[in-house]
């Protein structure tokens, strides 16, 4: 057998997480004593503690955009850590944040030219909260508060991140705050009625915002959040058109419109931003994170338009401060890696060979919904979701396991053939790294496709 790649033995750490770590979304019900222990990666591949190797099909989790392992990371956070390890973001500029925040505002579209560094997309979006807010109390609009928010949206973990995510929110028995919220139901065209057509769908979806503006009054809505497309949510790809009336509609009512770009930025899609290459929008805040840096260290940020700022800022306004930062806002080894991942997405062409591969990727993603209890299959660049669905005469503790349990499923049919992905109840959702060639995206779903073949 190959030699284990951790200094102690896997089932030792396996025992000592389980202890004493407390996971993302962790069971207070039952006690996960075997998680794979992850012990290296390289390119699209990560290794177990015992050296077996998987593919990664969540790219980390929608973050692992140039691939594991790369010397030149390593060297440039290496290099900043000796040269400037850090430095208060209050006191001092530095040349790795102010250069990273000019090749944002060169990437954004629009006049989206100011960059608040946060140490995640959690902090991002609530930054961006924050500032809508902000900007509206200075403007003498003080009423205008609430956010627009959708069923099935992420945006994070910090409070007000969290108390604009839309999924589970009756069920969570995590406290968030609802007064400033208000949700727009589900966009999901998987889930519309029969027969109905496409561009109906996004009628009724672009009404639900409209109707959502007249029953709370526009002068009490702050801003609108909404990811490009859901990603956590099931990778749900918005009908035609759809964001792009959103966004005038926002305009119309001096509504903000924020896109959330944590996943759909850094060529997920194959542009460094979705919103306009994509869906012809320019936002009025943009954030970001996970492929900024590739996954290799943390780093987010709300990229502001210079409308709304030059709206707020005065000769009179020298008092008046936003108060809102972090020890590690613009860290400098957090940007000089985001700076040479970039590049490297730059000089290895990875947004035109997403482009590329792409179709081929949706094309074998499709082919999978030949499986009987594969309900819907969608995505859209290298995002991609299949969704189980359980057909109705079979038994019902089968229906049950394939309607609640076929992320799980099918997540252990692929760990035993060496392929990660990413459960969801009944979905599995995927992202693997942007350098991810054709012939290694039919290896995942030649895995994928034999997966779901032994789960049925
Ligand atoms: N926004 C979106 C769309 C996300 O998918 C996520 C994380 O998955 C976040 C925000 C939160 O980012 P973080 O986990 O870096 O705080």
Not at 95 to 105: Q, Y
Not at 258 to 276: C, K, M, N, P, Y
Not at 355 to 384: K, S
Request: hydrophobic letters at 40%.
């Amino acid at each position: 057998p190959p030699r284990a790649l951790t200094r102690h033995d896997p089932g030792t750490i396996a025992a000592w997480d389980a202890d004493h770590v407390i996971h993302p979304w962790e069971s207070m019900g039952e006690e996960v004593t075997d998680r794979v222990v992850a012990a290296k990666a390289e390119g699209i591949h990560l290794y177990n503690a015992e050296g077996r190797r998987f593919i990664d099909g969540p790219g980390g989790m929608w973050c692992m955009q140039i691939g594991y392992g790369r010397r030149e990371m390593a060297d440039a956070i290496a290099e900043q850590a000796m040269k400037l390890a850090y430095h208060s973001p209050w006191a001092f500029a530095s040349e790795p944040s102010a250069l990273l925040a000019r090749k944002l505002a060169q990437m954004t579209p629009g006049d989206l030219n100011s960059v608040f560094f946060t140490t995640g997309g959690s902090s991002a979006v609530d930054t961006a909260l924050r500032f809508a807010q902000f900007y509206n109390n200075l403007r003498g609009r003080p009423e205008k508060k609430l956010f627009l928010a959708r069923e099935r949206g992420y945006h994070g973990s910090t409070y007000l991140a969290a108390s604009v995510t839309g999924k589970d929110r009756w069920k969570n028995p995590m406290d968030v705050e609802r007064r400033l919220v208000r949700f727009l139901p589900d966009i999901n065209p998987y889930h519309r009625a029969p027969g109905q057509s496409e561009a109906d769908w996004c009628d009724e979806k672009v009404e639900d915002l409209a109707r959502a503006i007249r029953v709370e009054g526009a002068d009490t809505i702050a801003a609108f959040i909404a990811e490009p497309i859901l990603a956590s949510g099931g990778v749900i790809v918005p009908p035609e058109g759809y964001l792009r009336r959103c966004a005038e509609l926002c305009r119309a009512h001096d509504i903000l419109f924020i896109a959330d770009e944590v996943v759909t930025g850094f060529g997920r899609l194959g542009h460094w931003f979705a919103s306009e290459a994509v869906f012809g929008v320019v936002p009025d805040i943009i954030t970001c994170a996970k492929g900024l840096t590739s996954g290799y260290v943390p780093l987010g940020a709300a990229i502001i338009s210079d409308r709304l700022i030059a709206e707020i800022s005065g000769e009179d306004r020298a008092e008046v401060l936003f108060k809102n930062g972090y020890t590690y806002s613009g860290h400098p080894v957090c940007c000089a890696a985001a700076l040479t991942s970039i590049e490297i997405i730059e000089r290895e062409g990875l947004l035109e060979h997403v482009r590329r591969v792409a179709p081929h990727f949706q094309a074998r993603l499709r082919d999978l919904a030949r499986h009987e209890i594969v309900g819907d299959v969608r995505g859209m660049g290298l995002l991609g979701c299949v969704e189980g669905t359980a057909r109705p005469d079979l038994p019902e503790e089968r229906r049950f396991a394939i309607d609640q349990h076929f992320g799980e499923l099918v997540d252990a049919a692929c760990e035993a053939r060496g392929l990660i992905v990413r459960p969801l109840l009944n979905m599995c959702v995927f992202s693997p790294p942007l350098i991810i060639s054709e012939g290694e995206i039919d290896e995942m779903f030649d895995i994928l496709d034999a997966a779901i073949g032994e789960v049925q």
